[in-house]
């Protein structure tokens, strides 16, 4: 099966800066989009950002201008720079994957376990 592996969560202040990543590894063919969400203490999940395997990528309004979404497609790994962080950024993020194990194979979405990112003076 596919694992998804999130790193680089952490506690920082108002301003600062962190990069997450997520590493898939597993018996994958091909992975199309790559996304994060975060998920706030009692809010529904949300997309932060999502980048397609050619590199095109989409953010929540949010978030433009202060995050980055990246990929390395050999490395089958998806990052998330983001800076001037704000108190509103609190939550626990996660990674997302459209993978395909085989060829013939539909497309099946993959989730992370989470990282906390938590924003506080």
């Known amino acids: 099966q596919v694992q998804l592996v999130e790193s680089g969560g952490g506690l920082v202040q108002p301003g600062e800066s962190l990069r997450l990543s997520c590493a898939a590894s597993?018996?994958?063919?091909?992975?199309?989009?790559m996304g994060w969400y975060r998920q706030a203490p009692g809010k529904q999940r949300e997309l932060v950002a999502l980048?397609?395997?050619?590199?095109?990528?989409n953010y929540a309004d949010s978030v433009k201008g202060r995050f980055t979404i990246s990929r390395d497609n050999a490395k089958n790994t998806v990052y998330l720079q983001m800076n001037s962080l704000k108190f509103a950024d609190t939550a626990v993020y996660y990674c997302?994957?459209?993978?395909?194990?085989?060829?013939?194979?539909?497309?099946?979405?993959?989730w992370g376990q989470g990282t906390q990112v938590t924003v506080s003076s």
């Open positions: 980048i397609a395997r050619g590199g095109s990528t």
């Open positions: 997302n994957a459209q993978v395909k194990l085989r060829l013939w194979e539909e497309w099946n979405d993959y």
């Open positions: 597993g018996s994958i063919f091909r992975i199309n989009d």
